[in-house]
């Protein structure tokens, strides 16, 4: 299947927060259908027993129960012990306990609706103000799998260990979502947790206070993403947030507290709990951290690095089979990355994109021109408009087979589908219509078949796809004549729709165009010659017939020439992806050939060269310039 990236719309929503309600009613109520784990005072209990904290009425048993009590406990008996008619604790355990069992149906019920609301609320929130990625359905499907693998965990502490129920190390998850996503997406996955946590204490106050602050503190205090390292701090100190947290709680509820004779029974001890449980997702965070980004359908950062080493086999496949795709890769990659950083994008996943994604080249590189020899015919002279278009065409799907059966994560292969979005080919549509359309063919049979781009960083590629090729046909490599190159191609992409789900803003591409012109300002500025340079120079000049305007035209002869209906200089820019499908004949020269100061070999104005896509407006809209 070529496009994977599907939106959840409210039917998903509603299903996955359905399947979501049903896993976690099972999860909070399974063991009250283990016989064997039904407790009674004088025998031994199999699973740790738990009374949420809460005021209680307590009767001084030396005073014949006149002297009544208002005190706030909690009770924790651990598995194995044997529970005592005596014991008050164990008294009031197995009441709580009997009260749970047998387990009846309308409480189940009542978990289920409130966890199909937290799920419906969740869904809502990610579909309508999510960035791009988390709307997706498989980001959605793995983050509330993670939800419930972590509710499970929790539950199974809960059951089989007597330690403190603050040490349920929940906060990993808004750590890996804050890895992953962002911040906000965490804050929201720690309050629907906090509930789920506290739900299997019967919505124990302290402990969602404590999930949630110390969920979101972890996300909050986690500021360099590209160091996971920074999990582990940013656990620990959440640890200490949730520490004065609970202090502060506990306090209002029961009038004070000792921090000291809390502290003397580590084992038992609440602080000792509220920061371990911190530290301990963070720990689980970094430890699982790979996984976790497996589950959620993001790459993680070494996984990045590694797919991005020159050495890798595809990549050298690549540089083997189609060298002339594998040089526009590599130029795009930084072009990219810089872009990517300046708007808050993932900078490295886009460098990995811009590398991958032209590899259904590969399959018949010399239907795309930057990978023909000098003066080697295109194949497309032979062809019928719209077999050109589809064999262009067909590196996308290619593209994204290749890279799939290769094990590439699905996020790298998104670019290969969406480079292109959905455009036209626009100069075989024009052949087409100049031939006559003879076979009555409608725009649909020349239009990519992948997806619009549905996040910044396959925007800024389809954007970077574009503007690198034309960069090299601004000459002089001039800083306003970069801007409007790029305010053309951006209006073009932003007419066609192309943009439309991809999330940039206006904001965005304001300052995309600032940085795009900087980097293309640094990449071709101008070096001073070295004196043999001059030396030659003047000699090529003296060889040269003594009339510019005859060597002029004799380098201009291999320009290239516009397709009838579009104007020169009024189509956008085109990458080589999409001058691939341009036939050798319509090959830019490099720019840097320059036979005498006057010979340029791109004539300027217009700066931009013919292009296949369809034609920009020639007075593209301005977007404001921001300065840096
Ligand atoms: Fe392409
Ligand atoms: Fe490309």
Redesign the pocket.
């Known amino acids: 299947m070529l496009r994977t990236r599907i939106r959840a719309g409210t039917v998903a929503g509603v299903v996955i927060s359905l399947v979501l309600a049903a896993a976690l009613s099972a999860v909070q109520s399974f063991e009250l259908f283990i016989d064997g784990w039904t407790p009674a005072l004088g025998e031994t209990t199999a699973v740790t027993l738990r009374v949420p904290y809460g005021p209680r009425i307590v009767r001084n048993q030396y005073s014949g129960g006149s002297n009544i009590s208002y005190e706030h406990t909690r009770i924790i008996i651990p598995a194995g012990t044997l529970l005592s008619e005596q014991n008050q604790d164990h008294r009031a355990a197995v009441a709580y306990e009997s009260n749970r069992r047998p387990p009846r149906s309308t409480r189940i019920i009542a978990y289920g609706v409130i966890d199909f609301t937290l799920g419906m609320l969740l869904t809502a929130y990610l579909r309508r103000f999510g960035q791009n990625r988390v709307r997706l359905l498989r980001t959605q499907i793995g983050l509330f799998a993670a939800m419930l693998v972590m509710s499970l965990v929790v539950k199974l502490m809960l059951l089989f260990t007597g330690l403190p129920e603050f040490w349920v190390p929940v906060a990993a998850l808004p750590l890996w979502v804050s890895l992953a996503f962002d911040r906000r997406t965490a804050f929201l996955v720690s309050l629907v947790l906090a509930f789920v946590a506290s739900s299997f204490l019967r919505f124990d106050l302290l402990l969602l206070t404590v999930v949630l602050v110390r969920g979101m503190a972890a996300s909050l205090l986690f500021l360099d993403r590209k160091h996971p390292r920074q999990m582990v701090p940013a656990g620990a100190m959440a640890g200490l947030f949730a520490c004065g947290l609970f202090t502060a709680i506990s306090v209002v509820f029961e009038g004070t507290f000792d921090v000291v004779s809390d502290l003397s029974q580590p084992g038992r001890s609440m602080l000792v709990a509220n920061f371990g449980g911190g530290l301990m997702a963070g720990a689980l965070a970094l430890l699982l951290r790979d996984a976790a980004e497996r589950l959620l359908g993001a790459v993680s950062r070494d996984k990045l690095l590694d797919l991005t080493d020159l050495e890798q086999p595809l990549l050298q496949k690549m540089a083997r089979e189609a060298p002339g795709s594998w040089e526009h890769s590599r130029a795009m990659a930084n072009l990219a990355e810089a872009a990517a950083s300046a708007v808050g994008a993932d900078a490295l996943l886009v460098r990995a994109g811009a590398y991958y994604?032209?590899l259904g080249?590969t399959v018949q590189p010399k239907y795309f021109v930057e990978n023909l020899s000098p003066g080697e015919e295109s194949p497309h002279e032979e062809l019928e408009p719209e077999v050109s278009a589809d064999a262009i065409m067909a590196?996308?799907v290619s593209g994204a087979k290749i890279l799939r059966e290769g094990g590439i994560p699905e996020p790298v292969v998104e670019f290969a589908y969406t480079?292109?979005g959905t455009q036209v080919v626009e100069y075989f549509w024009h052949k087409c219509l100049n031939a006559g359309n003879p076979k009555g063919l409608t725009e649909e049979h020349f239009r990519y078949p992948g997806m619009k781009p549905q996040t910044k960083e396959t925007a800024i590629l389809m954007l970077v796809?574009s503007i690198e090729a034309a960069s090299r046909t601004i000459d002089p490599p001039e800083r306003e004549k970069f801007e409007e190159m790029i305010q053309r191609i951006i209006f073009t992409k932003l007419r066609n729709g192309q943009l439309d789900e991809s999330g940039l803003s206006v904001a965005d591409l304001r300052t995309l165009v600032t940085r795009m012109s900087d980097t293309l300002v640094n990449m071709f500025h101008h070096r001073i010659r070295y004196p043999w340079q001059d030396q030659r120079r003047i000699s090529a000049q003296q060889a040269l017939p003594s009339s510019p305007s005859l060597a002029s035209i004799a380098v201009r002869g291999t320009l290239p020439s516009a397709p009838p209906s579009v104007p020169e200089g009024r189509g956008p820019p085109s990458g080589p992806?999409?001058s691939?499908s341009t036939p050798p004949r319509d090959r830019e020269p490099p720019p840097s050939i320059i036979i005498g100061p006057p010979l340029s070999l791109v004539p300027s104005p217009p700066s931009v060269p013919p292009s296949q896509e369809s034609a920009a407006p020639s007075t593209a809209p301005s977007i404001p310039h921001k300065k840096s």
């Open positions: 994604h032209d080249k590196h996308v480079h292109h796809d992806s999409e691939g």
